[in-house]
Structures are given as C-alpha cells and as structure tokens.
C-alpha cells in the first residue's frame, strides 16, 4: 500500500533520514521504532509532505512527488501528529469536524461521527467540552478520532503513547490493536518498544537516520540488540 | 421623567448605536490579526476606497444606491484577497515590524492614490434622511440603519465562524497553523479567504460610515486609530473582547460627550484606554 524508496530529507544542513526504504501492505500494521531523535516523527513529516524529500513515496502505486501537504490525506493517508495537536479552543466535536474538512469526507459526516462516537464512547459524552480541556489520554482518543474522520486506508501514528500514564499508554494500545483490526493499516512511530511489539505484525528499527534492521515483531522482540538496547533484558 | 434624565437616556441609546457601527469596525482588523497575525494599519484606508467606490458608482455612474453599496462590498473583499496575496504573503514570515511597515506603506500609497483619482474636496453622497422620533428623544436615521445592518454582519460572521467548515477551519488555523495541511486544508486558501471576508467587513463599514459622513482622502485617518485601539482594549485577535470594548469605547464617547462636550467624549475615552493598559497590557479579555 505505502512504499518508500531511498527517501532522505534534511532540516537545513542536518540530515534527518538517510535512504530509507520500507513497505506497509493492506491490513498490516507496522511500528518505526528507534530512540529519540532517531528521525521517526521526520519519517511520517516526510510521507505526510509536511517536509521537503527526496526519494520516492508511493501510496498505491502513484507517487506522492508532485502531491502537496494538503492533498496528501486525499490518497487516503491520515496522519495524528506527534503531541496530538489538537485545537485547543475549539469543541471535541468541532476537532472531529476538521477532520472531515475534505468535500468528499463531508457529505458522509454524520455517519462517520456515529463511528468514532462508538468506537471512543468518552467523545461522545464530551462532545461539546474544548479539547484543550480534556485529559492526555483523551486527546489521544480525538486525534485518533479526528484522523480517523476522512475515512483513511492508512493511519500514521506519531507517538500516541508520549505523556501519557502508564495505564492509559496500555489502553492507547489496546485501541491501535481494535483500529487495526476495524481494518485500518496503521504505521506507527514509538517509543515504547516493548508495548508497541505486542500490537503490530512487523517493525523496522531506525538509529540516527537509518533502517538497521527489521522484520516481525516476535523476530525483533527476540533479537539480542533490540532486547538489550531497547528492552533492557 | 426630568429632561436631563431624557438627554442622558438619549446619549445612552446613542452611544448603543455608535457602539454597534465601532463592532463592525473591530472585528475585520481583529479576524485578519487573530488567523493571520497580521495588523493591517491600513484597514481603515479600505473602508475609505469602499466609500469611494459607492460615491462613484452611485453618484458618478447613476447605480442605484443598494447596488453601489454591494459592489462596494465586493470591491473591498477582493482588495483584501489581494492585499493578502501580494503584500502580506511575501512577508509572512518575516519580522513583525516589517509587516507593519508594508501595511503602513499601503496606508501611504492608498491615501496618495485616492487624493490623485478623486482630489481633495470632500464629497457626500447626498442622502437626506429626517430623523426617527421616539417620545421625546431623536435619532439619526442613518445611525439606526448602521446599528441594525451592522449588528447583522456581526452576527452573520459569527455564523459562518462557527456552523460552517471553512469558518470553522479559520478558527482552526488561527490556534495551529502548521497542522492544517494534515486535516486537507490549504493554509494559503483560507488566509486569502479570512482577508477577503476582512475586506468586505471594510466594505461594510464603508457602505454605513459613507451615510453619515463626507468622504476624502483622509477620512481613514478619522476611524482608524479607534479602530486599532478598540482591538487593543478588547485583547488584540479577540473577536468576543473586540465587541464588548466597542460598546465600552461608544459609551465613554457619548455619555462622555452628553456631560462636557462631544470632544471630551473622545478625551475620556483614550484616557480609559491608557488606564487599561496599565492594569490589564493584554486587554480586557486578552489571554497572553
């Protein structure tokens, strides 16, 4: 669904990202994983046209080259950004509503509100509260809820666990596992190595830039480099 | 009731008025400085070419008078789309006091521009209206026409801010601008739409202030520093504070008036605006 090939991008005269190449089927969902300053949130700043790149970007086979950052989420690649940035001072509801800002997300509006409102029932009941009031673990169900608006074939997850209580990250995982199986195809970017493990089928590392290795989460969970930097075992 | 009691009543009323027509005034500047953070120094110079364009499309050319005034409307709404594209977007990223500078150029430049089409003279449009009796007090007709009509663009901008997604997406873009890209949203496209909009608020003002007072070249120089000061008063981007000091502003200037002279209405008006600034630099509703 998603290829990336050799795809680098630079801030100014620091390189972020190095020829990096990876590959998200249909169905899938896939972790980046890697420590800080790695280049994780560049990676989906760069599929998501937020950052200039080089290299090829591909979502079903057309190339994202000449798609400009605001046309991206009309090939159907959503994106929740690192912090949830949500909008502080307008309604939860209003949030989701800038979700489905595309014509063709708005005529199915209604429908698809019902959705989210099922799968986070805490929207519902704070519809009308400004986000910037909500709790962590609530921002993170309307920025999912609000990606999820337009309908995406691909969600981008950048950090969803960043901030958070430890027991709420275990309930933001439970939900990542509940999207992918609505469906969804979820490329996620953490931290969180060891729980983001459990919920994806395949992972690539990413250290200063670069894939150093990948391949499925039950391989990576039990690789002597990854138990030792990252899982601390 | 006394006659004094009648006077200040009647100063009261009008200061509602004049405060309704000052709302008006505020909320495009504020809008455009709230989403872009931009301050168009020559906001109140659109509103003079907005008068223009009624004069000489009314008086010059023979429209009727509605007609004039919704092509005025619509004359200043693409000045403003256009006042965004070509000054303000090459700027946007720069210093703030180098936008001010290029708005207050265009301050200049639309000042000397309008004394070389239409020459210094004062000019009106005319209109006679008698004035509206209600007991013993008396209103001028055109300042009931400006209060309702302006009343009505307020509220009809706070409708599209808040029912509609493109209104909705200008309040959005106003707390997040990088993000917007990501909701399919071209940043671009709705900063040329809040200018429009901000223009034909202009061109609304100028359809009302152009029944009530003689045009010239410098007449922009006459409602513009209020102008400014009202969205200072009100927090700077505030639209809410923005309407209530305006109200707050009208009141000092007619009651103000009504007790000493309509020039000491003014006196005290700007004094209560430099003793807010010191209690409160933000505004009143300001949040930063």
Known sequence: MLTLRNVSARYGSFQALFDVSLEVNAGESVAVIGPNGAGKTTLLRAISKL????????????????VPAHEVIAHGISHVPENRRLFPRLTVEENLKMGAFLPQSRGRFAERLEFVYSLFPRMRERRSQLAGTLSGGEQQMCAIGRALMSGPKLLLLDEPSAGLAPVVVQSIMELVKRICREGYTV??????????????????????????????????????????????? | MDVFDI?????????????????????????????????WICYAELIMIGMYAVYMLHVQLGWPLLAAMAAGVGIV???????????????????????LLVTGGVLFFLQAAATLAFGIEFRNLGVRMAPVAIGEMSFSA??????????????????????????????????????????????DRLFVITSAIGGALAGLAACLLVLQYDIHPAIGLSFGPITFLICVLGGLGNLVGGLVAAFIFAQFIS?????????????????????????????ILGGK
């Open chain 1, 51 to 66: 950052i200039d790149v080089s290299g090829g970007i591909a979502m079903n086979g057309r190339s994202l080259e000449d």
């Open chain 1, 187 to 233: 490329l996620i970017v953490e931290q969180n190595v060891r729980q983001v493990l459990q919920v994806v089928h395949r992972a690539y590392l990413l250290e200063t830039g670069r894939i150093k290795s990948s391949g499925t989460a039950a391989e990576l969970l039990d690789s002597g480099t990854i138990r030792k930097a990252y899982l601390g075992l």
């Open chain 2, 7 to 39: 006077f200040l009543l009647e100063a009261v009323l009008n200061g509602i008025l004049l405060g309704g027509l000052l709302a008006l005034l505020s909320l495009g500047l504020n809008l455009i400085f709230g989403v872009i953070d931009v301050v």
């Open chain 2, 77 to 99: 709404a693409v000045l403003g789309a256009l006042l965004h594209q070509f000054i303000i977007r090459p700027v946007l990223a720069a210093e703030p006091i180098n936008q």
């Open chain 2, 142 to 187: 055109p300042r009931i026409i400006a209060f309702a009509v302006a009343v009505a663009g307020v509220a009809a901008t706070y409708l599209f801010l808040t029912r509609t997604y493109v209104g909705t997406a200008i309040r959005a873009i106003s707390q997040d601008r990088q993000i917007m890209p990501l909701m399919g949203a071209d940043p």
């Open chain 2, 255 to 283: 009651v103000g008036g009504f007790f000493f002279h309509i020039e000491w209405g003014y006196v005290l008006a700007f004094v209560f605006f430099i003793a807010v600034m010191f209690w409160r630099p933000q505004g």
